[in-house]
């Protein structure tokens, strides 16, 4: 019985250290298909923070872009308008979505066409220092 509760508490100690392990998730990256011409791009994703404390998004790069610039939708008197973010926070134990009409990334490309299917690789550095490497997927919304 001793051996047991010994092997049970090994066991937990294990799986708590696998836990302390766990970091920011990005999932279902992806960027709209633009038309030809287009000379703005828009990219989308979903952060997940498993930490006790918020994390703060602050910087957002692309070996395909000159620039990533964090944006966020907004509708005032009936219109819509694009508000500048110098970060997004993604609340402790929360997830922020970037989607349509919410926040979004914005990346000038006048002579880049990426069509479905492509994928484009984006580097996100947090706050904190950390920093996470994701592929989004080129798609039609
Ligand atoms: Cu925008």
């Known amino acids: 019985m001793k051996s047991f509760i010994l092997a049970t508490i090994l066991l ?20 709209r298909e633009a038309p030809p011409g287009a000379s703005m791009l828009a990219g989308y994703l979903t952060i997940e923070n498993p930490f006790d404390e918020d994390q703060v998004l602050v ?13 966020r939708s907004e509708m005032v008197d009936g219109m819509a308008r694009m508000i500048h973010e110098e970060s997004i926070t993604i609340p402790a134990h929360g997830k922020t979505e ?10 000038p490309a006048p002579d880049l066409r990426l069509t479905t299917g492509d994928t484009v690789p984006f580097v996100l550095r947090f706050a904190n220092g950390e920093q996470l ?6 798609r039609k919304p």
């Open 133 to 138: 490497e994701v592929s989004a997927e080129v």
């Open 98 to 107: 970037l989607k349509p009409g919410s926040y979004h990334l914005m990346m």
């Open 12 to 31: 937990l100690s294990v799986s708590l250290a696998v836990a302390a392990e766990t970091q920011t998730l990005v999932s279902d990256a992806w960027v």
């Open 59 to 71: 910087d957002v790069s692309s070996p395909r872009f000159a620039h990533v610039m964090m944006h």
